[in-house]
């Protein structure tokens, strides 16, 4: 299975690619989308949704894990974000790519094992994991190979398939 990783930004996208075969996770790509300063809001999301379908095309990925939005102090910065991770589920949409959240908590447990494990030893963790020769650069690459890791760790367990069942309004049961 190929799982397509995304840390959403509109300045700089970060993406990681990776392959789950039974227990084994393999590195495929990483990388980043940037968009340039200057440009007008609307051309920069329309750039991180084409160059977000282009990394669907290339990889055709079975998921995209993506991490679920946390509100932050800087409002111009959580609205853009916002902005530019709303483009990025269009793209998974448009080619049919099943989405899957996590929290920068879920990450840090499944990568480290350690709820409050710092920024850098998740990023060494997921060279280990990964049998990479150096620390993914740059942080936006590394925080999207994370996310992938993190779904292919948990992202498949009984317990994720269960939560997401429970999440889905399709599944109501009577009484509720």
């Given at each position: ?73 800087n409002q111009k910065t959580a609205v853009n974000v916002c902005q530019a ?92």
């Amino acid at each position: 299975m190929l799982i397509l990783g995304v840390d959403p930004g509109i300045a700089t996208v970060g993406f990681g690619v990776i392959e789950k075969v039974g227990v084994r996770t393999r590195y495929v790509n990483c990388g980043i989308i940037s968009t340039p300063a200057g440009e007008r809001t609307e051309k920069r999301l329309l750039d991180v949704f084409n160059n977000t379908c282009e990394l669907i095309e290339r990889y055709r990925p079975e998921i995209m894990a993506i991490e679920e939005l946390f509100f932050s102090n800087n409002q111009k910065t959580a609205v853009n974000v916002c902005q530019a991770r709303g483009v990025i589920l269009a793209a998974a949409e448009k080619y049919s790519v099943t989405v899957r959240e996590y929290t920068p908590l879920q990450v840090k447990v499944a990568v480290a094992g350690y709820g409050k494990a710092e920024k850098r030893q998740i990023m060494e963790m997921t060279r280990m994991i990964l049998k990479l020769p150096g620390v993914p650069r740059p942080d936006d690459a590394a925080d999207a190979l994370a996310l992938a890791i993190t779904h292919a760790s948990v992202g498949e367990s009984k317990l994720t398939k269960l939560q997401n069942a429970n999440l889905d309004p399709s599944r109501k049961t009577a009484g509720r």
